[in-house]
């Protein structure tokens, strides 16, 4: 089951709202200043982080307690864009033309990139977080690394797109691990499909009108682009044209979209594929039946929408207890160093690698258990623990892969292991 998230400019009545999509009822709201543009995001099922507008503050709320702010962190300017990787490890933040990289665990500001001329418009990860893709004010859409983002302290983007001639407007990243591609539309009314393993341009679709935001479902089959007149475009990827350049007018749209009267500035997919929703200028966000291209539902508001997207119906949304999984501590202001300290580098290893327990004690045991010259002794016998419950983990396994595939026949004799030694710290 899933609900609607939304914000908008006016904040008469709250900064977020959690809506039922087809009936529009409110479950929850969340108060305290306004959100901006591409500043609202969930947090692993727990949070809701977003920046304020016109504000150098970012406000942090728990799901589950209604108009009340968690925390309150100060920045040293305001910030436009703030988006979570979908692993909930890290936060990227566009402060002006400068993106920002903070650790949600630690709230160390890890990154800090300027490759942009102009303000930042939006930024997106890739599904397995290991890219994400930042567009400018000034036509430029860069492909970032985490990880050379992460270890390097002078950083270049993987891939520089310089052929949007105006703003980029909206981003959006596919969920493909394959062959993720990037969509970037603008106000040069063109709409460009890239693919991030390449660099190559594959499609330029050019629209009438400015452009202001575009997602694509699911499955990938659709395309839907928001324009500045309030039109909702529907482009079908499954029938690309012959040759890169595509034009695309009211006629030759298979399936377009009409009600808002000014810009749609926020489109997202439900997870079943049925419903598109929409957040405009006029005030209203609107639930669309993708089939029929019908307006299901009309979700009124007092100002611009500035944020509306689906999400899962998250546990926090139903119960008084809170036990969140993930941990988010203050941001950092500033960088106090040209890179990452030792423990903090280990923690993104772990983090981005996520290499299996055993493997990562016996290759970084120093990092890992603090080690010091007083301590060298400890961490020998640490070493011989773990070399012996790694032996009787392989004696366990090839005594239960024998059993399963060979039965009552195994004749293989199993070296016995004192439990005195062993205890009950076995590892499974």
């Not at 089951?1 to 914000?7: A, F, G, H, L």
């Not at 992460?150 to 949007?164: A, G, I, M, V, Y």
């Not at 928001?226 to 044209?241: N, V």
């Amino acid at each position: 089951m899933e609900v609607v998230i939304t914000s908008e400019c006016s904040g008469q009545l709250w900064n977020t709202c959690i809506w039922e999509p087809l009936t529009g009822t409110t479950l929850r709201t969340f108060k305290g200043g306004i959100s901006g543009s591409q500043s609202l995001c969930v947090v692993g099922g727990d949070y809701l982080i977003a920046s304020i507008k016109d504000k150098p503050i970012i406000q942090v709320w728990a799901l589950n307690r209604q108009d009340q702010i968690t925390t309150k962190m100060i920045m040293p300017g305001i910030i436009q864009v703030l988006v979570i990787s979908p692993c909930n490890n890290f936060c990227v933040g566009a402060l002006s033309e400068q993106l920002l990289v903070w650790q949600l665990s630690t709230g160390k500001l890890v990154a800090s990139l300027r490759r942009h001329y102009q303000n930042v418009s939006d930024v997106k990860f890739t599904a397995d977080s290991s890219r994400f893709v930042s567009a400018g004010a000034e036509g430029l859409v860069l492909l970032w690394s985490l990880d050379t983002v992460l270890h390097s302290k002078e950083c270049e983007p993987d891939s520089t797109w310089s052929d949007h001639s105006l703003p980029v407007t909206g981003l959006h990243v596919t969920k493909s691990l394959i062959q993720p591609l990037a969509f970037s539309v603008s106000l040069d009314q063109t709409c460009k499909i890239r693919d991030l393993n390449t660099g190559r341009t594959l499609f330029n679709i050019q629209f009438g009108q400015p452009l202001r935001s575009v997602v694509v479902d699911h499955a990938e089959e659709s395309c839907y682009v928001g324009s500045q007149e309030g039109k909702i475009y529907r482009i079908d990827l499954l029938d690309p044209p012959r040759g890169v350049e595509q034009m695309v007018d009211e006629t030759a749209s298979r399936k377009m979209f009409v009600g808002h009267e000014k810009a749609v500035t926020c489109l997202s997919v439900s997870m079943d594929g049925c419903h598109l929703l929409s957040g405009s200028d006029d005030e209203s966000a609107r639930v669309w039946d993708m089939a029929s291209g019908q307006c299901v539902r009309i979700l009124a508001h007092r100002g611009p929408l500035t944020n509306a997207f689906f999400a899962p119906r998250y546990k926090h949304l139903d119960t008084d207890k809170f036990h969140p999984r993930v941990i988010i501590n203050t941001f950092e202001k500033k960088r106090h160093d040209g890179q990452l300290n030792a423990d903090s580098d280990t923690n993104v290893q772990l983090l981005m690698r996520c290499p299996p327990l055993m493997e990562s004690l016996e290759c970084q045991p120093n990092s890992l258990l603090g080690k010091s010259e007083g301590q060298a002794s400890s961490d020998e016998m640490m070493q011989n623990e773990l070399s012996h419950l790694k032996y009787v983990n392989r004696q366990l396994y090839a005594y239960a892969v024998d059993k399963i595939l060979n039965g009552d026949t195994t004749k293989k004799n199993i070296r016995q292991v004192n439990k005195k030694n062993v205890g009950e710290r076995i590892l499974f």
